[in-house]
Antibody, heavy 120, light 108 residues
Framework: QVQLQESGPGLVKPSETLSLTCTVS?????????WGWIRQPPGKGLEWIGSISHSANTYYNPSLKSRVTISVDPSMNQFSLQLSSLTAADTAVYFC?????????????WGQGTLVTVSS | EIVLTQSPGTLSLSPGESAALSCRAS???????LAWYQQKPGQAPRLLIYSASSRATGVPDRFSGSGSGTDFTLTVTRLEPEDFAVYYCQQYFSSPYNFGQGTKLEIK
């Protein structure tokens, strides 16, 4: 079955750039679907960050668009998130997920999530 | 941008009872691109319902979704102890694909 796993630093400094990678197993990214990033600040709700296709078509949340870059590496079966100019408000659990077939925004399955803390 | 408003914020019920969770959209979702997720502490969200009323694989038939346009409902019948969690709706009709703020279903 399809499984996703986030990886990256757990602690980053303010003003720096966060880089996270999602490794997909059990399915080839090149075969299709959109793939997304979602985040959840501690104790709060879910926020869609953006989605990318296997051919690198991207859709971003306008609230984050100026700071976000999502990329895909089909050869590694991975997709990545970069978020720049970090502040404490970016502290959150970051999830990667596969979008529902034919869509860009309903998600199943999800990775387990990785906590990123922004602090000096 | 479509805003989703979930109600109630918290719902206190006993096992065996039924729950009705509401999700209202600020604009019509003409394609019924509305999903429901369940999230337990320390876990990733789990897809329960997609396209407003289709159950995801492995989801018990105690969970059902209904609605169209701007008003959607997740109904959980015969509540089991493992059903007490936070539930989110999400629209994937129009970017940004916003989530509702969540409804916490707690044991009374």
């Amino acid at each position: 079955q399809v499984q996703l796993q986030e990886s990256g630093p757990g602690l980053v400094k303010p003003s720096e750039t966060l880089s996270l990678t999602c490794t997909v197993s059990g399915y080839s990214i090149s075969s299709g679907y959109y793939w997304g990033w979602i985040r959840q600040p501690p104790g709060k709700g879910l926020e869609w960050i953006g989605s990318i296709s296997h051919s690198a078509n991207t859709y971003y949340n306008p609230s984050l668009k100026s700071r976000v870059t999502i990329s895909v590496d089909p050869s590694m079966n991975q997709f990545s998130l970069q978020l720049s100019s970090l502040t404490a408000a970016d502290t959150a659990v970051y999830f990667c997920a596969r979008a529902l077939l034919g869509t860009r925004g309903g998600f199943d399955p999800w990775g387990q999530g990785t906590l990123v803390t922004v602090s000096s | 941008e479509i805003v989703l408003t979930q109600s109630p914020g918290t719902l206190s019920l006993s096992p065996g009872e039924s729950a009705a969770l509401s999700c209202r959209a600020s604009q019509s979702l003409s394609t019924k691109y509305l999903a429901w997720y369940q999230q337990k502490p320390g876990q990733a969200p789990r897809l329960l319902i997609y396209s407003a009323s289709s159950r995801a694989t492995g989801v018990p038939d105690r969970f059902s979704g209904s609605g169209s346009g701007t008003d959607f409902t997740l109904t959980v019948t015969r509540l089991e102890p493992e059903d007490f969690a936070v539930y989110y709706c999400q629209q994937y009709f129009s970017s940004p694909y916003n989530f509702g703020q969540g409804t916490k279903l707690e044991i009374k």
